[in-house]
């Protein structure tokens, strides 16, 4: 039986664009400062062991939002536009009672760069909407509102959009009319570019940062590269990935030196500390109302960021890899979870996050979703919910803009193996106990074959039972794309001819 609505929680979810697991001083940083973070953990129960099965911005959101798969909400791609006519959370709380507001990157409108999202169904069920489709202009965001007019707002855009949130949560607690709210607000940092101010820049010495478990090294670097080399949509071998390889090309300014990448992750610190700083101002809100007792707050990140492991350059994040599918995951509600625990429970908190939020308010739990929840865990009524992680990142095919093709990738994560196949080749096996950075590739072990036909056999039958493909592909470009010059292009039009300047 449903809780009455009286009876419900506020819940707030607060995003952080591609932000490692291990960018928390509660998580083992011994660093980087996120004060407010630790006090949410202090509070709450963190997940050690929280994963996403598609570690890319645009399917992670769909998952989020409807507890499905790429290949069951049908967005395996950055930068397409949803299907609207599917089960989301935020329409079913709208429908049970209540007030929705969505402040941030969308990123589920397709290709338009800001890109304004309409009210109606393509807001999938939030009502109060300030944002924008994509882009990460820090210092000279736009966004919209109910209509396409522009505004903008020349302070860093994570600390403007905090007070967006916090106005959304004051107005709703005013109405005093009994119907709690659903916030949500996805903040652009740590994700790159590294934009910021100069206080945030400086806040972090390179020379003081930890580099990441096999940072630098060249030697890896090269053959992971040379490993790149990898087959296209049509079966034929091409290099769809900056390399150092001979012969084949790096993007310009990809961290790629100890020093760039030391810069790099003080630079990336320096944003974590701002999200930490930001939240902290939502946390302190929340207490002056006298409604954190009763608000669920959930922090967590689409996926994480290389920063140099595996060959791979800063900002990358496709790929079966800790660094890349491992987030930081917080879960906070004092009126029914008792705080201060870490658990190590595996969870996909892109699939498992609606249908526990739906089961914790004794709301139907739509037949489509595909994850499980991990209520029972917050409750301390189980260590597990599930026993593995599946991992899949999905082909695209090119056209004229030139974005990479990936290999199709399909995979395991288990508490003690991570692997990774593709449809014709095993990519990638690690023991995780014995090595818990994934420095030591197995899978050219014919010591370890059974393991990986009994892994193997999981993930085909996963497939199966999912409705899941190796021919499951988006043709780029999508409707309305803008690449990165095109999108700034029209971002600085805006700006000169029609956005409103607000303060």
């Known amino acids: 039986m ?68 790429a290949q069951g909400h049908g967005l395996f791609q950055n930068h397409f536009p949803l299907d609207v006519n599917q089960d989301f959370l935020p329409q079913i709380l709208k ?7 969505y402040i941030g990157k969308w990123h589920l409108e397709g290709g338009p760069k800001p890109g304004y999202v309409p009210p ?11 944002g924008f489709n994509r882009g990460h202009q820090y210092l ?54 590294m934009v910021m101010p100069e206080y945030i820049r400086k806040m972090y010495d390179p020379e003081e940062v930890p580099l990441p478990p096999g940072v630098p090294n060249p030697d890896l670097q090269v053959e992971t590269q040379r490993r790149r080399l990898e087959f296209d949509c049509n079966g034929n071998e091409k290099a769809h990935l900056a390399s150092k390889v001979p012969g084949i090309k790096k993007k310009p300014g990809e961290p790629e030196t100890e020093a760039e990448i030391r810069r790099f992750i003080a630079e990336y610190y320096g944003m974590v500390s701002n999200v930490d700083h930001n939240v902290g101002r939502v946390l ?30 800063c900002g990358f994040k496709p790929t079966g890899y800790r660094a890349a ?3 930081p995951f917080i879960v906070r509600y004092p009126a029914r979870v008792a705080g201060g625990r870490v658990a190590d429970a595996l969870v996909d908190i892109s699939v498992d996050s609606m249908p526990m939020i739906l089961e914790m308010l004794g709301l139907r739990i739509p037949n489509a979703v595909q994850g499980t929840s991990y209520l029972s865990v917050l409750d301390g009524k189980s260590d597990a919910t599930r026993d593995a992680v599946m991992y899949q990142v999905m082909k695209q095919n090119d056209g004229a803009k030139g974005e990479f093709t990936p290999v199709p990738e399909r995979g395991i994560r288990t508490r003690d193996w991570l692997y990774v196949r593709q449809p014709t080749r095993r990519k990638m096996l690690f ?25 193997d056999a999981r ?18 470009p999508p409707p309305g794309f803008l690449t990165h010059a095109e999108g700034q292009a029209h971002l600085e039009k805006e700006l000169e001819e029609r956005a409103i300047i607000v303060p």
């Open 2 to 69: 449903s809780a009455s609505t009286s009876e419900r929680p506020n819940i707030l979810i607060i995003y952080a664009d591609q932000m490692r697991y291990d960018t928390m001083a509660c998580a083992g940083n011994p660093v980087v400062k996120t004060p407010y973070l630790d006090r949410l953990a202090m509070e709450g129960v963190r997940f050690s062991e929280a994963y996403v099965s598609y570690p890319l911005c645009t399917p992670f959101r769909a998952a989020l939002f409807s507890g499905k798969y």
């Open 95 to 101: 429908e049970s009672g209540y007030h929705t507001g």
């Open 120 to 130: 109606g169904e393509r807001r999938i069920g939030f009502d109060h909407f300030i």
């Open 140 to 193: 000279q965001s736009i966004y919209y509102k109910d209509t396409d007019q522009p505004y903008h707002c020349k302070r860093y855009e994570p600390d403007y959009q905090t007070d967006q949130l916090i106005e959304f949560i004051e107005t709703s607690v005013a109405k005093d009319d009994g119907n709690p709210f659903f916030g949500f607000i996805c903040y652009g940092p740590p994700h790159h570019p």
């Open 284 to 313: 302190n809100r929340l207490d002056a109302l006298d409604v954190a007792e009763n608000t669920l707050v959930i922090f967590l990140s689409d996926h994480g960021d290389m920063m140099g492991q595996h060959g791979y350059y």
């Open 325 to 327: 599918m491992q987030v």
């Open 431 to 455: 023991d995780l106990d014995a090595d818990h950075d994934e420095l030591n590739d197995l899978s050219g072990d014919s010591r370890y074959e059974s393991i990986m036909e009994n892994l």
């Open 459 to 476: 993930i085909f039958r996963h497939m199966e039972a999912t409705d899941d493909d190796w021919n499951l592909c988006m043709d780029f």
